[in-house]
C-alpha cells in the first residue's frame, strides 16, 4: 500500500509565503528574490512531503492561487490585461484594480479567482504544470503533476455571455449552466487539456483534481465527463481526486476510464457505504482519501485501519490519503504553546498529518510501533473532553418556541421604526472602520505587556469617540463604534468564549497573502461574562443617533472554526448561539436599540449538493434565530458577502432577521436580479453601493446608479444604503469621501422620490 498525500500548506512554517509576496508587492525584493524565495518554499515542500509520503504533486506553490495558474496556462486571459507580461499581469489579474472576482471554493473558506472566458479559444499559453514538474524532476524528487480537471475548471469560471435582462450591461458574466454551452466550452477546452498531458507524458501519472464531481450533476454531464477523461487517458496514466464531499453519481464515477479514484471518506459515509454496496472495479487503483484535511484532530488510526483492511480487498491497488487539500489546516503543531491542558495531545495539523498517513501505512503492514501508536491513539480518541453538563442541559431543553421571535416581522418593523424613526434609504455602515498602523501598533503593545490594560482601553475609546464624530458629521443614520478592538471577527468571540481555544501560529491562507487563525472548538461553549457590551454602550453614549451593537453570528463561528467531532454539528451552533443570545440581551438591557449579527459565512457550510441542502439550513437557520430573538422593538440585522446567495434566497429569508445587507458590487448585479425571482421579498435590505475591496472612491452617480438598479426590482422603502462590507482594510482618505458620496447619493434619491414637505 502507498501513501499519497496533497494540498501541503504553502504558507510555510514562518508564513514565509505571506513575507515573500507582500515584500515583493512593495518592492522591497525584486522578482528574482521573489522567484528564489518561491523555489526554497518549493524545496520545503518536497522535503516535508518526501520525509513522510511515497506519493505527492507538484505544481502546488502558486504565486496567489492554482485556479489563476490554471486559467493561465489555457490561455484564460481577459482582453483588459492586454499582452500578457509575465508576472505583472499575473497579479494584475489577481489584485489589480480590474482584477478578477473572487469567491470561495467549494464549501470552503479558500478564496479562488473566477476564471473569466471570453471565447472559446484556448491554447497551453504557458505550461505552468510541466514548468513545476521539471522543477521537481531537475532535484530528483519523483513528483506527480497535479492539475485542474477540465469540469472543475469549467464549474468555477464564469462565461461571457449576452445579457437577457434589459438593465444589465449588453454582455454579462455567468456560470456555465446549460448542456449545450457545457457541451461547446469543453469541446474547446480539452484539446488543449490533450496537449497539456501529452506534454506531462513522461510522469508517472498525472492527478486530476475534480472536486466539481461531487455537486449534483445531471446524466448528459457524466456523459461528457466520461468522454473527456477517455480522450485524455490516451496521453498518460489519470488518477481523479475528488474531496468536499461523496462524488454525485458512484456508479458512474467508477466507471470513468482513467487508472485511478480517489474518495474523501471523511465528509460524509456515503462513498464508502456505495464501495461496500456496489463493489470498486478490479483494474482500478482506490484512493482512499482518509485522514481529515478540514480538521485539526488526530484521527482515530485503529478505525481507519478496520476500513483499510476491508478496502484492500478490493481494486487494483489501494493507496491511503487526505481526504481534501491540506491547506485548510495549519502547517505543524509543534510551535504551539499556551493551549487549554489536554488539548495539544489532540491536535494534528499538517505536517502531523502526514505522519499519521505514514503510521497508517506501517500499521497496515503490521509494523509493531505503529500498531501500538494507533491504539494509544484510539483510546485518546475516545476519552471525554471539554464536557459543560450545564450548557448540554441547556441544548437539550430548547424548544420550538425558543427559534421564534413573538411578533412577526410586519409587526416587528412598524415597533421599531416609532423608536428608531429612520429616513427613507436609511444610511448606515457594515461594521468595521479603518484597522490603522497606529491601532496595530497598540495591540501589539498591549499584547506584549508594553502597554497597560487601561491604557489599552482608554485607546479604544478615543477611536470609538473619534468614529463616531466622523459618521455624525457625515451624517449617517445608524452608526456603528468601529470595531477596534478586534483584530478578527471570529477570533475576537473565540476568545471571549470557553469551550473554544485560539492559536498563536496556527495562520491558514484565505486568498493571495491574506491568513487568519482559525479557533479551535474542543469543548462545551458558554459565555463566562459579556463581551461586547462596555465598547458598544460607550459608543451609544456618545450620539442621539442608534448605536449598531456587532456580533458574529453562531454559523460564522462554527464554519470559521475547527470543531469537535464527538457532538453533532447542530449541537455546537446552538450553545454558540445560546451565548450570543446572552450577550444580545445584554445590550439590549444597557440600551442598544440595533443589532447586527453578521453571517458572512452562512452559505459557504451548506454541502455540496442540494439535497443535502435543507438539513443544513435548517439547524443554520434555526441557530440563528435562536440567537436572535430579541424584543420585538430590537431591530436584528444581519449581514453576508462574498458567496453567491442567489440560489439559497429562499432560506435567508427564513433566518427572520429585520434587515440584511450584503454585497454586490463584485458579482456584477446578479444578486439584484435574483430578486426579481423571489416573490414576496419584505425584509429590509441593504445592497452594497459600492465595493470596498477597491482603494477607488465610488462617485455620487455610481452609487445612485446601483440605487435606480435596485430600485427596479425592490420596493423603496425596502432599502438601506450601505457600502458592501466592512471598512476595515481601508484607509480613511478612503473612507471617508466615500461615505460622503454615498450619503449624498442617498439624499438626493431621498429628495426625488419623497419631496421635502
Ligand atoms: N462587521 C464586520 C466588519 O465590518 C463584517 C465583516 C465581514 O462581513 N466579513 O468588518
Ligand atoms: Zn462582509
Known amino acids: 500500500m502507498k501513501t499519497l498525500a496533497f494540498g501541503l500548506p504553502k504558507l510555510g512554517e514562518r508564513r514565509e509565503f505571506k513575507v515573500l509576496l507582500e515584500d ?14 518561491m523555489n526554497h518554499l518549493r524545496d520545503w515542500m518536497a522535503n516535508q512531503y518526501s520525509q513522510w509520503v511515497d506519493l505527492f504533486p507538484s505544481g502546488e506553490l502558486s504565486y496567489y492561487d492554482f485556479t489563476l495558474d490554471m486559467a493561465i496556462t489555457l490561455g484564460v486571459i481577459p482582453k483588459r490585461f492586454g499582452d500578457y507580461a509575465g508576472i505583472q499581469t499575473y497579479f494584475q489579474m489577481a489584485r489589480g484594480s480590474q482584477a478578477l472576482e473572487m469567491t470561495k471554493y467549494f464549501n470552503t473558506n479558500y478564496h479562488y479567482l473566477v476564471p473569466e472566458i471570453e471565447s472559446k479559444e484556448f491554447k497551453v499559453f504557458k505550461n505552468i504544470p510541466l514548468e513545476e514538474y521539471e522543477y521537481y524532476k531537475a532535484r530528483g524528487y519523483r513528483a506527480l503533476p497535479k492539475i485542474v480537471a477540465p469540469y472543475t ?8 455571455k449576452k445579457s437577457e435582462l434589459s438593465e444589465l450591461p449588453l454582455y454579462q458574466l455567468s456560470k456555465i449552466e446549460t448542456q449545450k454551452d457545457m457541451e461547446d466550452y469543453l469541446n474547446a477546452v480539452f484539446p488543449s487539456y490533450e496537449k497539456l498531458l501529452e506534454s506531462l507524458k513522461h510522469a508517472e501519472l498525472v492527478l486530476m483534481e475534480d472536486p466539481a ?16 477523461y477517455g480522450c485524455l487517458s490516451k496521453h498518460v496514466d489519470i488518477w481523479v481526486l475528488t474531496y468536499y464531499d461523496s462524488v454525485s453519481d458512484y456508479k458512474r464515477f467508477v466507471e470513468l476510464p482513467v487508472k485511478g479514484l480517489g474518495f474523501d471518506l471523511v465528509s460524509n459515509t456515503e462513498n464508502l457505504e456505495n464501495i461496500r454496496k456496489e463493489g470498486f472495479p478490479q483494474d482500478k487503483i482506490l484512493i482512499a482519501g482518509l485522514i481529515n484535511g478540514r480538521n485539526v484532530w488526530k484521527a482515530n488510526l485503529k478505525e481507519k485501519l478496520t476500513i483499510l483492511e476491508e478496502l484492500s480487498k478490493t481494486g487494483l491497488e489501494l493507496v491511503v490519503s487526505n481526504s481534501c487539500p491540506l491547506f485548510h489546516v495549519p502547517v505543524s503543531t509543534q510551535f504551539e504553546d499556551g493551549l487549554p491542558e489536554g488539548l495539544p495531545e489532540r491536535l494534528s495539523f499538517a505536517k502531523e498529518k502526514l505522519q499519521e498517513l505514514k503510521t497508517l501505512k506501517l500499521a497496515f503492514e503490521g509494523d509493531k510501533t505503529a500498531l501500538e501508536e494507533v491504539e494509544s491513539q484510539q483510546k485518546l480518541a475516545l476519552q471525554p473532553f471539554g464536557v459543560k453538563e450545564e450548557v448540554r442541559r441547556r441544548v437539550a431543553t430548547l424548544r420550538e418556541e425558543d427559534f421564534k421571535r413573538e411578533v412577526p416581522y410586519s409587526e416587528r418593523i412598524k415597533l421599531q421604526q416609532e423608536i428608531l424613526n429612520l429616513p427613507t434609504l436609511p444610511t448606515t455602515t457594515i461594521g468595521s472602520f479603518p484597522q490603522t498602523e497606529e491601532i496595530r501598533k497598540a495591540r501589539t503593545a498591549f499584547n506584549s505587556g508594553k502597554m497597560s490594560a487601561e491604557d489599552y482601553e482608554e485607546f479604544i475609546k478615543r477611536q470609538i469617540e473619534h468614529v463616531v464624530k466622523v459618521q455624525e458629521e457625515i451624517g449617517l443614520d445608524v452608526l456603528v463604534h468601529g ?14 468564549l470557553e469551550g473554544v481555544a485560539t492559536t498563536k501560529h496556527g495562520w491558514v491562507l484565505s486568498y493571495g497573502s491574506r491568513v487568519y487563525r482559525p479557533p479551535i472548538i474542543y469543548g462545551d461553549v458558554y459565555r463566562p461574562e459579556p463581551m461586547t457590551v462596555a465598547e458598544i454602550t460607550y459608543a451609544q453614549s456618545l450620539t442621539d443617533k442608534p448605536l449598531k451593537g456587532m456580533l458574529t453570528g453562531p454559523v460564522t463561528i462554527l464554519n470559521w472554526s475547527y470543531y469537535r467531532e464527538d457532538i453533532p454539528k447542530h449541537e455546537i451552533a446552538y450553545q454558540i448561539a445560546l451565548a450570543l443570545l446572552e450577550e444580545v440581551k445584554d445590550l439590549e438591557e444597557a440600551g442598544i436599540k440595533v443589532i447586527q449579527i453578521d453571517e458572512p459565512a452562512f452559505r459557504e457550510g451548506a454541502p455540496l449538493k442540494r439535497r443535502d441542502w435543507s438539513s443544513y439550513f435548517n439547524w443554520a437557520i434555526k441557530a440563528f434565530r435562536l440567537c436572535s430573538r430579541a424584543r420585538p422593538q430590537t431591530q436584528i440585522h444581519t449581514h453576508m458577502c462574498y458567496s453567491e446567495f442567489n440560489e439559497v434566497l ?5 433566518m427572520d432577521f429585520d434587515v440584511i445587507s450584503i454585497e454586490a458590487s463584485r458579482s456584477k448585479g446578479e444578486i439584484i436580479s435574483a430578486f426579481e425571482h423571489f416573490s414576496g421579498w419584505d425584509k429590509q435590505i441593504g445592497i452594497g453601493v459600492y465595493d470596498i475591496h477597491s482603494p477607488a472612491i465610488p462617485t455620487k452617480e455610481q452609487i445612485k446608479e446601483v440605487l435606480e438598479r435596485c430600485r427596479k426590482v425592490l420596493p423603496l422603502e425596502l432599502l ?11 484607509k480613511w482618505e478612503e473612507v ?11 439624499k438626493n434619491l431621498r429628495e426625488e422620490v419623497v419631496p421635502a414637505s
Not at 477596534?484 to 468571540?493: A, G, K, L, N, S
Open 650 to 654: 429562499e432560506y435567508i429569508y427564513q
Open 213 to 228: 464531481l461531487c455537486l449534483d450533476m445531471e446524466s448528459w454531464e457524466w456523459d461528457l465527463v466520461q468522454e473527456v
Open 153 to 160: 475548471f469549467l464549474k468555477l469560471s464564469k462565461v461571457l
Open 720 to 730: 438601506w444604503v450601505n457600502p458592501d462590507c466592512g471598512l476595515k482594510t481601508r
Open 736 to 746: 471617508i469621501p466615500s461615505l460622503k458620496n454615498m450619503v449624498e447619493a442617498a
Open 483 to 496: 470595531e477596534f478592538e478586534r483584530t478578527d471577527m471570529v477570533e475576537f468571540f473565540a476568545q471571549k
Open 24 to 37: 515583493f508587492w512593495k518592492g522591497k525584493i525584486d522578482e528574482r528574490e521573489f522567484l528564489l524565495g
